[in-house]
T-cell receptor, first 114, second 115 residues
Framework: AQSVSQHNHHVILSEAASLELGCNYS??????LFWYVQYPGQHLQLLLK??????LVKGIKGFEAEFIKSKFSFNLRKPSVQWSDTAEYFC????????????FGPGTRLSVLP | DAGVIQSPRHEVTEMGQEVTLRCKPI?????LFWYRQTMMRGLELLIY????????DSGMPEDRFSAKMPNASFSTLKIQPSEPRDSAVYFC?????????????FGPGTRLTVL
């Protein structure tokens, strides 16, 4: 069965610090990969997605993610975080041979201190 | 487009009562998903539909939970009878059916509290 792990449960950073959130998945076939963000009290919104091509994907609000197939990883990065990036971040995998089901990671809570 | 619409946004009920959550997907989307989010278990897929037909309900916790999609623009998730452990935020999401390269669009969620 598919599974998605995220390395950190809670990350605390100061403004302007660099961010990297880890995501690993367990599936050897073709996958589509996503990062969603959930701001406090709100619903999940898409940050970025990877389907094919350039493994470095750029998303909204200055976020980017790198797909490393050999490591089954899709880590999220941002060079300089802002207080407004405080949110929970979810990695999700859609393994194409498993149909339309998305498997979400447990989430990483990011707190950015002003 | 108004996005995925869910109602009610908040529901407080007593143990044993029936609860019905509602979802209107984005027009034209062929897939509809119901998720439950709790602190302990994170985001769990309960069931999803394709063209109004349930495809995978393996995530439905038990027989107290049922979901229907009578037409392309409406779905319900019903809990009968409700229990305190059902307290969670329930999200509905929809996804276009054309191509495999589309993300899911989430609704604002229904926060359910069962006393």
């Amino acid at each position: 069965a598919q599974s998605v792990s995220q390395h950190n449960h809670h990350v605390i950073l100061s403004e302007a610090a660099s961010l990297e959130l880890g995501c690993n998945y367990s599936y050897g076939g073709t996958v589509n990969l996503f990062w969603y963000v959930q701001y406090p009290g709100q619903h999940l919104q898409l940050l970025l997605k990877y389907f094919s091509g350039d493994p470095l994907v750029k998303g909204i609000k200055g976020f980017e993610a790198e797909f490393i197939k050999s490591k089954f990883s899709f880590n999220l990065r941002k060079p300089s975080v802002q207080w407004s990036d405080t949110a929970e971040y979810f990695c999700a995998v859609n393994a194409l041979n498993y149909g339309q089901n998305f498997v979400f990671g447990p989430g990483t809570r990011l707190s950015v201190l002003p | 487009d108004a996005g995925v619409i869910q109602s009610p946004r908040h529901e407080v009920t007593e143990m044993g009562q029936e609860v019905t959550l509602r979802c209107k997907p984005i027009s034209g989307h062929d897939y509809l998903f119901w998720y439950r989010q709790t602190m302990m278990r994170g985001l769990e897929l309960l069931i999803y539909f394709n063209n109004n037909v349930p495809i995978d309900d393996s995530g439905m916790p038990e027989d107290r939970f049922s979901a229907k999609m009578p037409n392309a623009s409406f779905s319900t998730l019903k809990i009968q009878p409700s229990e305190p452990r059902d307290s969670a935020v329930y999200f509905c999401a929809s996804r276009p059916g054309t191509g495999a390269y589309n993300e899911q669009f989430f609704g604002p969620g229904t926060r359910l509290t069962v006393l």
